[in-house]
């Protein structure tokens, strides 16, 4: 089985895209074999085709940003297991690499998934391109067929003789000596280059936080930013013009649809982020607002003593200690409180009495007396006042 055969129902598809948006062109008022139908139509292929891989490049975008959260976990993991080569150590690496990937729900390899999807594409459309000069002089047999698709031999022969800027878009570099051919070329392979560094540049590094560009696997992605644009440049020499027309399209389609994406949903702490916010505050600032700002919380660092327990003033009367007084009102409550936790009290006179046992009794001329009995008898009557130096009062 002939590769043609393999991927005849792609070049089927691609036709049949290619063919409709011609037929639309000429329509407008293009010539049938110009140059500018075809190349429209080939243009036409790259917008049905980026359409079609918009989710493919959400998940890549989600992919992304997930892998720049991933960043500093893998790091830690790399540094553990930094300097051990044995199988068992590589294997437990590997395990919880996986692991991370799995908890974030991503993979290095989905931020390809956009090139993945198109690479069937785009050798369909090499192979269309190639069989061209088959098909218009009639000799292009694939089984029981001899077009592809909608494209016959009247067709086949226009697209193989519609030129760009005076070269055939079914031309290679190394395929012809027209210099005119070589020069497109050359160009087209500039561009298209170019475009794959600028799109690959404007995914990492602008729209990555700065932890994320530090580390072994940016480092593999910086060097990628590099390489591909090389393999680029010098598979380019093979290619059809058609095809380097398409790729660089395509190109320009991702810096757009990244440009739009980075610009209005930055990931946090990229670049990309910073100059959103200046966006932002400058328009904030012609219209005469004031645009809110995060403040970090601040965090007392002061070092915190005890809290002091309120003591309670009926608190003397279980201790049998008096609360101190600041004076005034409080000395009267102060001595109250003295007199019923049977404290001494001292006299005027310097003369320290004993306190009254048993009830408390107010002190004064019915005060207690020596022995600490009422002052009043069982009789009710009043017994005399004790005079003296040592009696007490």
Partial sequence: MSIDSIFYPLKWVVAWIMYGFHELLTGLGLPSESGAAWVGSIVGLVVVIRILLIPLFVK???????????????????????????????????????????????????????????????????????????????????????????????????????????????????????????????????????????????????????????????????????????????????????????????????????????????????????????????????????????TPAVVDTKPKGQRQQPKRKDRAKTTGRPAPAAGGADDDTTSSVAGEAGTPDVGGDGVRRPPASGTSAPSGPSGPSANGATSAGKSGKKKPRATGPGAPR
């Fill in 60 to 294: 890549q975008i989600k992919a992304s940003r997930g892998m720049q959260l991933v960043a500093p976990e893998l790091q830690k993991v790399q540094k553990k297991y930094k300097g051990k080569t044995d199988p068992a150590s590589r294997e437990a690496m590997t395990r919880e690499t996986m692991e991370l990937y799995k908890k974030h729900g991503t993979n290095p390899f989905a931020s390809c998934l956009p090139i993945l999807a198109q690479s069937p594409i785009f050798f369909a459309l090499f192979r269309v391109l190639y069989t061209l000069p088959n098909v218009a002089n009639g000799t292009y047999q694939n089984g029981a067929r001899d077009s592809i698709g909608p494209i016959d031999q009247q067709l086949a022969q226009e697209a193989e003789s519609a030129t760009i800027f005076g070269a055939r878009i079914s031309e290679t570099f190394l395929g012809s000596d027209d210099i005119k051919v070589k020069i497109v070329t050359v160009l087209l392979i500039v561009a298209m280059s170019a475009t794959t560094f600028f799109t690959q540049r404007q995914l990492t590094q602008k729209n990555m936080p700065a932890s994320a560009l530090q580390g072994p696997m940016a480092q593999q992605q910086k060097m990628l930013l590099y390489l591909l644009p090389l393999i680029f440049a010098i598979s380019g020499v093979n290619f059809p013009i058609g095809v380097l027309v398409y790729w660089t399209t395509t190109n320009l389609w991702s810096m757009g649809q990244q440009f739009y994406v980075i610009r209005n949903n930055p990931t946090p702490g990229s670049e990309a982020e910073r100059m959103l916010k200046e966006r932002r505050a400058r328009k904030a600032a012609r219209h005469g607002e004031v645009l809110e700002t995060e």
